[in-house]
C-alpha cells in the first residue's frame, strides 16, 4: 500500500469516515490504527523475537553455570547448596520472563483478539465495492447501448425533417408525411434519452450511497428532474425544431395548395394561418435542423467509442481504486497477524 495514502488515511477526519465506512467498533479502529502506524515493528518482530528468546534462554543459562563454578569453587558441594543454587537460578529465570509486558506485547495480544473480526470486515465491504463498481458498469452500458439508439434515431430525424423541408416547395403531401415522420423520430429519441438519463441518475445515485454507507431511501426526484433536463437540453431543442419544421411546411402547404387542415386536430395543433416559408424561414428551419443532425452524428459516434472501449464509467473505476487501498489494508493486516501469530508460538 501506498504509504502517502496510508498516511492521509491515517488522520481523524479521515479515519472517522473510514471507520463508519467498514462498521468498525471503537477498541477494532484503535487498534487497527495503532497496528497500521507501527507495522512496520511489529512485522519485524518476528525475526528479532526468536532471537531475543533464545538470547534470554542462553544468558540465563550462563548466569546458572557461573553462579555454579564459583560456589563450587570456594564452598563445598554439598546436597544443600546445591538445592540453592538451583532454586535461586530457577527464580532468577522466572523473574527474567515474567517481567511486566511492553507497549508492543499488549498491542500484539489486541491485535491477536481483534484482527480476525477486521479482516472479515474488509472482505465483507470489499466484495460489496467490487460488485457496486460491476452493476454500475452493467447500468452505464446499457444506457450507452439506449442512447446509441436514440442518436440513430435522432439523426435519422434531423435527416428526414431537412428533406420535408426542402421537397415543401415541390411536393405537398409527401413533405408533410416526411416532416411528420421527423417529429415522430424525434419524439422517439428525446424519450428514449429522457428515459435512460432517469434510470442512470437513479441507480448511480443509489450505487454512490450505497458505496459511502450512507443511508438513503431512494433518490431525490426534483434532482433527477433537473439532472435530466440538463443533460437533454439538445435533444429538447431538436424535438422543439422538428415540430417548428412541421409546422411551417403544413402552412406552406395550405397556402400553396389554398386548403383548409381537414384534421381538426391538426387544426388546432399547427394553426389556421396559411403562409409559405419566408427565405429566412427555411435557412432557420434547414440550420436548426442540420445542427441537430450534426450533433446527433458525433453523439452516435462518441457512444459507439465508448462502448468499443468497454464502457467504463468514472464512478466504478473510483470503486475499483478504493477496493484495491482496502485490499493493501487487508493484506498489511494479515501480514501483520500472521507475523504476531508465530511469535505467540514461541514460549514465553
Not at 493484506?331 to 514461541?346: C, D, M, P, R, W
Request: charged share 20%; net charge positive.
Amino acid at each position: 500500500m501506498d504509504p502517502e495514502i496510508l498516511q492521509c488515511l491515517l488522520k481523524d477526519n479521515a479515519w472517522e469516515a473510514f471507520m463508519e465506512e467498514i462498521e468498525l467498533s471503537r477498541e477494532e479502529g484503535e487498534v487497527l490504527r495503532e497496528s497500521l502506524r507501527k507495522h512496520k515493528i511489529l512485522i519485524a518482530l518476528e525475526g528479532s523475537e526468536d532471537h531475543h528468546q533464545k538470547q534470554k534462554v542462553k544468558n540465563a543459562v550462563l548466569f546458572f553455570l557461573l553462579v555454579l563454578f564459583l560456589f563450587c569453587y570456594y564452598q563445598y558441594c554439598t546436597l544443600a547448596n546445591m538445592s540453592i543454587i538451583a532454586l535461586t537460578g530457577l527464580f532468577w529465570v522466572y523473574s527474567y520472563h515474567t517481567s511486566p509486558p511492553s507497549e508492543i506485547a499488549i498491542l500484539r495480544e489486541k491485535i491477536l483478539k481483534v484482527f480476525p473480526e477486521v479482516r472479515v470486515k474488509l472482505s465483507k465491504r470489499i466484495t460489496l465495492l467490487r460488485e457496486l463498481a460491476d452493476r454500475s458498469d452493467q447500468v452505464h452500458k446499457a444506457c450507452t447501448v439506449a442512447n446509441v439508439v436514440a442518436s440513430s434515431a435522432g439523426l435519422a430525424s434531423s435527416i428526414v425533417s431537412l428533406v420535408g423541408l426542402g421537397l415543401a416547395p415541390v411536393t405537398g403531401g409527401l413533405s408533410v408525411d416526411l416532416s411528420t415522420m421527423a417529429l415522430g423520430l424525434g419524439a422517439i429519441a428525446t424519450a428514449t434519452t429522457v428515459t435512460t438519463s432517469a434510470v442512470e441518475q437513479t441507480n448511480m445515485s443509489s450505487i454512490t450511497a450505497k458505496a459511502r454507507a450512507m443511508k438513503t431511501m431512494g433518490s431525490d426526484p426534483l434532482l433527477v428532474t433537473v439532472g435530466v433536463l440538463h443533460q437533454n437540453q439538445r435533444r429538447l431543442f431538436s424535438l422543439c425544431s422538428n415540430f417548428t419544421s412541421l409546422k411551417r411546411v403544413w402552412r406552406h402547404v395550405l397556402a400553396t395548395q389554398n386548403s383548409t387542415p381537414k384534421s381538426s386536430f391538426a387544426h388546432r395543433l399547427l394553426g389556421n394561418t396559411a403562409k409559405t416559408m419566408t427565405r429566412t424561414e427555411k435557412i432557420m428551419s434547414g440550420a436548426a435542423s442540420g445542427f441537430c443532425a450534426l450533433m446527433d452524428a458525433y453523439d452516435l459516434r462518441q457512444a459507439s467509442k465508448h462502448l468499443k472501449e468497454g464502457a467504463k464509467t468514472e464512478e466504478a473505476e473510483i470503486l475499483r481504486l478504493w477496493t484495491r487501498e482496502l485490499e493493501g489494508i487487508r493484506e498489511l493486516v494479515a501480514e501483520i497477524q500472521g507475523s504476531l501469530l508465530k511469535i505467540s508460538a514461541y514460549p514465553e
